[in-house]
């Protein structure tokens, strides 16, 4: 199926226990991402998604287990970008302010990042809002200052950590399309977690099911329809009874 | 801030106040030794002002060189207890017990140490100031969340970068909550400080009007310490704004 040489991400047999906990919180998973493609992670509250995440981008060092960033075992850190699952935009600084931040960390010219920000602030709906502060933004413009933030890091990799989880339903639903969107344009590679089934199966390439803490992989889905997709669609209830099955068989035993 | 406070108001009550005494005064016969009228008061401070003028200067500079220093020990001190724990804690009972201790126990010796010169008050307002800004900058840096951290991690930022773009502005309300306490009680400590023993300066004024049976004198010089410390919260409070204009605009959506 996939070239050994377009998987960008790989996670292989990861196992880690934070310190003094007695159970531990992954118990060899497995990872492949494509470059450019989208996979998702569902799991039970608890079960050590973050974790993951925070093990793909270097902030965790695995007990066992090897992160591969194009087919080389290094230190992630600093090579993917992250966006924690809390708001973590600086409150100081406007939306555009915050959009610098990455450029600023990494010592990139200011001048080009600002037109970069600015052009993707218009591209995708915010040039309004470019000198408001983060207080004075709703939920969901928050969020998506956030996720633009995150392209802007110029990484290949991105993990999202529930982005889209603390918005109300129609919010949520916006911001769907409205990350597909940019994903699509911008061509990058996403690692998304999510609790909501059905955002897994309308967005990802491959839903991948982890069991509860300790974690392991209980099952992948491909989801091989053309995008957009109608969550009403019956190929899409379809999928998502499939992944809510899987989880059902992992909490059994 | 002082938006909250009802200016017309603040201002009818004063006025009752002034001609309640005022009258009291007048009527009751008190002799103006024991207790002046306020429009002798006035007249005084008014009669008077080149000579407040120049002891205002000396407090002044007091406070402010004691303002300055007393803040950068407590930032030195926030910035040891944070990233040096282990000296932090060996030096907390320390800086505990200089707290508790009431500086001005300690006046009369630093009379003796510093000489009757602007030095000791400058000493009593730099020990006084600096408490309530170690403890607030202390708070300040540890209220940046894990995330955040995690996030400057991720975009390759050392704990140098971390402090400038992050802990630093994330304490800059906390040390200004800080010196707003620190400005007024300084001022009291080298009114304090120049009871002690001085040659010039406000408290010094006090006690030889009071000598001199000038109590009209003393009011007068109570008079412009009050205007000294509100011209001192006032500007505090001006830079306040001018530094976290983010938290003003960030409210009014
Ligand atoms: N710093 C830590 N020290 C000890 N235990 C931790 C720490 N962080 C998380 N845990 C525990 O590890 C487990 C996995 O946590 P993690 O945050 O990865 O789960 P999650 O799947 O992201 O959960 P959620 O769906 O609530 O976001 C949880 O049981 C949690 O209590
Ligand atoms: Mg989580």
């Known amino acids: 199926m996939l070239e050994k040489t377009k998987t960008v991400l790989s996670l292989q047999r990861i196992h880690f226990s934070y310190r003094g906990g007695a159970i531990p919180v992954l118990a060899g998973v497995d990872l492949e991402v494509a470059r450019g493609g989208w996979v998702t992670l569902v799991g039970p509250s608890g079960c050590g998604k973050t974790t993951l995440l925070k093990v793909a981008c270097g902030l965790l060092r695995p007990a066992r287990g090897r992160v591969l960033l194009a087919g080389e075992p290094v230190d992630p850190r600093g090579k993917v970008a992250y966006m924690p699952q809390h708001d973590t935009l600086l409150p100081w600084r406007t939306a555009l302010g915050n959009l610098l931040l990455p450029a600023e960390v990494e010592g990139r010219p200011r001048k080009l990042a600002r037109r970069e920000a600015l052009s993707l602030l218009s591209r995708f709906g915010l040039d309004a809002f470019a000198n408001s502060y983060p207080g ?22 991105l993990l999202l950590d529930e ?91 | 801030m002082t938006k909250g406070w ?41 009669a008077e002002l080149p000579l407040l003028f120049s002891h205002a200067g000396t407090t002044m500079a007091e406070v402010v060189l004691g303002l300055f220093l007393g803040s950068a020990g407590g930032m030195g001190v926030a910035l040891t207890l944070f990233y040096l724990p282990s000296v932090g804690r060996a030096l907390y009972p320390l800086i505990l017990g200089l707290q508790v201790t009431p500086v001005f126990a300690i006046a009369p010796l630093l009379v003796l140490w510093l000489g009757y010169g602007i030095w000791p008050k400058v000493a009593v307002a730099a020990l006084i100031s600096f408490f309530p800004i170690a403890v ?42 800080g010196l707003k306490v620190a400005s007024t009680l300084s001022l009291v400590g080298a009114t304090i400080g120049e009871w002690i023993g001085a040659q010039h300066g406000l408290g010094y004024l006090m006690l030889h009007a009071n000598a001199l049976l000038r109590v009209d004198l003393v009011f007068a010089a109570i008079l412009t310490l009050t205007l000294l410390g509100l011209a001192l919260f006032g500007g505090v409070a001006l830079l306040e704004r001018r530094f976290l204009r983010w938290r003003k605009e960030g409210k009014n959506s």
């Open chain 1, 136 to 157: 004075q933004l709703s939920g969901g413009m928050r969020q998506r200052v956030a996720l633009i933030r995150t392209f802007l890091t110029e990484r290949e990799v």
């Open chain 1, 163 to 253: 982005p889209l989880s603390a918005l109300d339903a129609l919010t949520r639903a916006e911001l769907r399309d409205w990350l597909r969107g940019i994903w699509e344009e911008l061509g990058r590679t996403v690692v998304l977690v999510t609790h909501d089934v059905e955002e897994a199966v309308v967005l990802s390439d491959e839903v991948c099911v982890l069991s509860s803490r300790p974690a392991r992989v209980l099952g992948r889905l491909a989801i091989p329809l053309p995008r957009p997709r109608d969550p009403t669609s019956s190929e899409t209830s379809r999928l998502r009874g499939e992944v809510l099955a899987c989880l059902r068989g992992g909490s059994h035993d």
């Open chain 2, 6 to 46: 009802n200016l017309r108001g603040s201002a009818i009550s004063l006025a009752l106040l002034a001609l309640l005494w005022e009258v009291g005064v007048r009527v009751g016969g008190v002799p103006p030794y024991i207790l002046p009228a306020p429009s002798r008061i006035f007249n005084t401070f008014l």
């Open chain 2, 136 to 177: 607030n900058v202390t708070d300040g840096l540890r209220s940046v969340g894990e995330e955040m951290v995690d996030l400057l991690r991720t975009l390759g930022a050392r704990e140098g970068k971390t402090f400038r773009l992050v802990r630093l502005p994330a304490s800059l309300p906390f040390l200004f909550s």
